[in-house]
């Protein structure tokens, strides 16, 4: 089977990472100083992460300004991939099933940009299960009216199963449709 890069380069097409790319990680950094000039009082700031690219952007933009803050990275079980490698403090072997929050299932590349940028900037990870998944799509719809879609409930599923206390404003960066 030809993969996306082989095709890409026959065709002529430029390829554009999902995360492991400068400007990719600049994006995120630009959602960090929004969610700054949203709620300058902010102190916590969950987010899903797959490669990396995203939260690592945004940890940099929000410590950089506010060194005190804790960006904490969410991933699901089956595909914990960054945070291991972020508990182990180096790439591993990873384990990775399918998840219904498959946006932030990803192979990360062992010399890719957001490693080091994760190890450095993201202060804790947690792990969230299929079900916590779902059960945060379902209170999203509930209590917010807004359909998360799976990819974007995992940092909600955290902030229920971790129940971060010490914090004096907490910021969730959620994704749906």
Known sequence: RRGGLEGAA???LTVVPAYNDPDVIAGGGTVGLEILEDLPEVDLVMVGMGGGGVISGMAI???EA???LQAWGV???ANPVLAEWIRQGRPVPVEQRASIADGLGASIEEDSLTFPLALRYVDRTVLVAEDEIKDAMAW???EHQ???EPSGAP???GLMKARPSGFRKGGVVVWGR
């Open 140 to 142: 999203m719809l509930e």
């Open 75 to 77: 991933q699901p079980e």
């Open 10 to 12: 026959e065709s002529g």
């Open 66 to 68: 506010r060194p005190r």
């Open 155 to 157: 940092p909600v599923a």
């Open 146 to 148: 807004m359909v998360v």
């Open 61 to 63: 933009a929000l410590k």
